[in-house]
């Protein structure tokens, strides 16, 4: 693991397994391996691995490139809280956003952020978007706002005095980050998001926001902070559709409720991204779920998100 770790600090020396050349990469490490249990004694080692050092640090070099073009969308798990990161490659002067920073149970949030945000070579927050000011949703940001850098904070207008957001508000004020009430009705593009990805913010539920994530050829929608009855009442009043949608567990309490707004919705995919449920369909829907899959992320080439 410290040669892991030493390795993953260089650069060019991180792969990753979800694409070609991190497979490559690995085929190429027991291929060495294979040579060196099999080669002939008369063949020296390092006539037989030279070239199999050589193409790892081709496809190094390569993947690191790779990653640097693609943008992605990662769904922490976090047990019943929520954590979403956006990354739009690693383009200079873009950090990151973050929707929501809370987790429960053994996790913790913003220690999980922060391992994110190194292993993409980052190390900022650009937005940090509040869904809603409770425990649920940001239960962890005065540790990550005394840890990471954040640009800006969004949240719903007529936010209820709490704990949770006396805390937010005391912490943003002694690390000097500005804190935004977000009150437009309909949805609204969040500005300065990166070329890869467009989102969108709504506060048609009172204290609540709701975010629309579009890159490439995802069309995500976030309702993960709306009660059972507040998702009815906006769909009664604001239909909506995406291809993807974020529930919660406890927007599973009333089956009746659900399959009404499954059928406004038109999912083709379902993110349960907190609870402990065990859901794998949903109204005929896959069903993805944090807490058996982990980390789920969708990757977007820049160039595709771009056209």
């Not at 002067?93 to 429960?104: P, V």
């Not at 949703?137 to 005095?161: F, K, M, T, W």
């Not at 005929?284 to 969708?298: C, H």
Request: glycine residues 6%; negative net charge.
């Amino acid at each position: 693991l410290g040669i892991a770790y030493r390795v993953s600090a260089i650069p060019f020396g991180l792969v990753y397994w979800d694409n070609l050349y991190g497979k490559l990469a690995l085929l190429c490490c027991f291929a060495a391996l294979i040579l060196i249990a099999v080669q002939p004694k008369r063949i020296k080692m390092w006539l037989a691995l030279s070239p199999v050092c050589a193409i790892l640090v081709v496809l190094c070099i390569l993947g690191v490139h790779a990653e640097a073009h693609t943008a992605t969308i990662s769904f922490l798990p976090s047990g019943s809280g929520q954590t979403i990161l956006l990354a739009d490659g690693q383009r200079d002067g873009f950090g990151s956003i973050l929707i929501d920073c809370s987790a429960s149970g053994h996790r913790d949030a913003a220690l999980a952020t922060q391992s994110w945000l190194e292993w993409r070579c980052m190390d900022n927050i650009d937005t940090l978007v509040l869904t809603a000011v409770d425990k649920t949703h940001a239960r962890s940001v005065p540790e990550l706002l005394q840890n990471v850098p954040v640009g800006r904070i969004i949240i719903p207008q007529n936010v209820r005095e709490s704990e949770i957001s006396a805390q937010i508000q005391e912490t943003a004020a002694q690390e000097g980050v500005p804190i935004l009430n977000w009150d437009a009705d309909g949805e609204q593009p969040l500005p300065t998001c990166g070329d890869s990805f467009q989102i969108y913010l709504s506060a048609a539920v009172d204290r609540k926001l709701v975010v629309r994530i579009q890159a490439g050829e995802e069309d995500i929608l976030v309702l993960h902070s709306l009660t059972q009855k507040m998702l009815q009442a906006l769909l009664d009043k604001q239909p909506l559709q995406a291809e993807t949608i974020v529930l919660s567990e406890s927007n599973l309490s009333d089956a009746r409720m659900v399959y009404d707004a499954m059928d406004i919705l038109q999912p083709q995919t379902v993110i349960l991204q907190s609870g402990y449920s065990t859901l794998d369909t949903l109204c005929r829907k896959p069903v993805r779920n944090t807490m058996l899959e982990g980390e789920i992320t969708f990757r977007i080439r820049q160039a595709t998100a771009k056209e």
